[in-house]
């Protein structure tokens, strides 16, 4: 490293050791995740819980009777650009010309089901009176183009810098959903969301890590929205965002595992995926936090359903916690009863998921505390999982730890190692995805919050292949923000209905019947 490389370590507030640490684990290679079984709901404990309708109710009316008592915020991550969204129509307004061939042959020609879907539901999209209007300033001429010619002007108007340039939008300001009087960004739909499961003493806290360079959107539009969802719901707002830290950057790597450098002989950094945000999670103080994506969400008619499991999902988090509290000051305070001991290790396994070693009979009673304080005093998560309908994405795996602890863990497809027969055997098997649906408990039976950086198992990183000015590179990702950030907390995972999980990844799902108001 050259003085000038530690000078631009150090402006990014990362330190040399952190960064050569970084290049030692390209060097070395990051092992796969070692899957023992997928989690599922059958065989009595097997990981996912399924309730009945009694008990949901229960833990609903559970939550209606504390939630005031305690603090809850809501964390979205919305730094996302919608240009993944938009691929399908890129490609097309890049390829296609509309003198050349017809929409139904280059349709053909490219097996685009994805822009045929788009083009025969055009009309329901949101923004499709926005568009019309757009081009009025810019085709003057457009009702005497031809029918395939309108629609490549259509897409073009739609993406192209200089216009509407939704491609570069960050996707939570988007127009997602059109209702009778106004249209409705996701960024809105979340606060409406809130008012019904997030919100305590008429007051909802909702937080939104984003790109900086839109931190204007964001305040215009919550200006101009505040005083409709406030009277509507009768809920007061507070908003506040942050931003994924330079440095939870790191470093890229040719494929000799040299540090990347730009002409001028700069280091290459680059953003390290959601795993990042953990550091913004980590700054929020609230007794409860739910996590939801900001693509997440539903039409107006459909967000009582969400709200129903929500709620759910927070009644048991603050039962559980409750009885968690309780046991961890029996343990400090007083002289616990070998009964008392044998009751907390059976809590821990059938209401935790903590598989309790097969020789804690053995140990002295001195350890038995220590050992039953420490699996208990962590981070709490209760994570929705829906069930597995093809959808791409992590789903939840009992895992093996290089100590040989089996844990409950949320597993990307790509931390797994294909090739292993046994291992894509297991992948294969899973019945249930996550869909990014979790509660939080992050404070400990003290009312202290957990430093969450010390819960996260640092060997789950992601190395990939990227280009950068036509050469190849090796980009770090950081453990998954629900995935190996949350490796050493406590986790319980349940059943929740496909209506909480309709995320917009392409264009097309916002004519899916759950974005529609018809």
Wanted: net charge negative.
């Amino acid at each position: 490293m050259t003085q000038q490389d530690i000078q631009q370590i150090e402006n990014k507030g990362l330190t040399q050791k952190k960064v050569e640490e970084q290049i030692e684990l390209f060097k070395s290679g990051l092992p796969s995740i070692n899957l023992q079984s997928a989690a599922t709901i059958e065989h009595g404990i097997n990981g996912i819980k399924k309730f009945t309708e009694a008990e949901k109710q229960h833990y609903i009316q559970y939550f209606d009777t504390k939630r005031d008592a305690v603090s809850i915020l809501k964390f979205v991550p919305a730094s996302g650009a919608a240009t993944r969204m938009f691929k399908t129509l890129f490609n097309f307004v890049e390829l296609y010309n509309p003198d050349v061939e017809t929409i139904n042959s280059f349709i053909n020609r490219y097996k685009d089901s994805d822009l045929s879907v788009f083009l025969v539901g055009i009309e329901k999209l949101p923004f499709y009176h926005i568009v019309l209007k757009e081009i009025e300033t810019y085709y003057p001429e457009y009702d005497s183009f031809s029918n395939d010619k309108q629609k490549h002007v259509f897409v073009k108007t739609m993406l192209d810098e200089d216009k509407l340039n939704y491609g570069f939008y960050p996707k939570g300001l988007l127009p997602f959903h059109k209702y009778k009087d106004h249209i409705a960004t996701a960024f809105e739909e979340h606060l409406f969301e809130s008012a019904l499961y997030s919100s305590s003493g008429g007051e909802a806290k909702l937080h939104f890590t984003i790109s900086e360079k839109y931190k204007h959107i964001f305040d215009d539009e919550f200006k101009r929205i505040q005083d409709i969802v406030e009277r509507k719901t009768k809920t007061k707002f507070h908003i506040s965002f942050s931003y994924q830290k330079d440095s939870t950057d790191t470093i890229a790597v040719t494929p000799k595992n040299e540090p990347f450098r730009e002409e001028d002989g700069q280091l290459v950094f680059r953003p390290s995926g959601h795993g990042a945000l953990l550091e913004n999670l980590n700054d929020l103080d609230a007794d409860i936090i739910f996590i939801k994506n900001i693509d997440n969400v539903v039409v107006y008619k459909y967000e009582s359903d969400v709200a129903y499991n929500k709620k759910m999902l927070a009644g048991l988090l603050l039962e559980v916690q409750e009885q968690t509290f309780k046991h961890l000051k029996d343990l400090n305070d007083t002289e616990v009863s070998d009964e008392k001991l044998i009751e907390i290790a059976e809590f821990l396994v059938n209401r935790l998921n903590v598989k309790v070693s097969h020789e804690f009979e053995k140990y002295s009673k001195k350890y038995q505390i220590e050992y039953l304080i420490e699996k208990l005093n962590r981070p709490i998560r209760v994570c929705g999982m829906v069930k597995n309908e093809g959808e791409p994405g992590g789903g939840p795996f009992w895992v093996k730890e290089e100590s040989g602890n089996i844990s409950l863990q949320i597993v990307e497809s790509a931390q797994v190692d294909r090739k292993n027969k046994n291992q894509k055997e297991i992948l294969k098997n899973a019945t249930h995805f996550n869909p990014v649906d979790l509660v939080c408990g992050v404070k400990n039976y003290k009312g202290e919050k957990f430093d969450l950086l010390n819960y996260v198992d640092s060997k789950t990183a992601f190395i990939t292949m990227k280009t950068k000015t036509g050469k190849d590179l090796k980009a770090l990702e950081l453990p998954g923000l629900w995935n190996g950030s949350m490796a050493y907390w406590n986790s319980i995972f349940v059943e929740v209905p496909l209506i909480t999980f309709n995320p917009v990844k392409t264009v097309t799902d916002l004519l899916k019947p759950t974005h529609q108001i018809k």
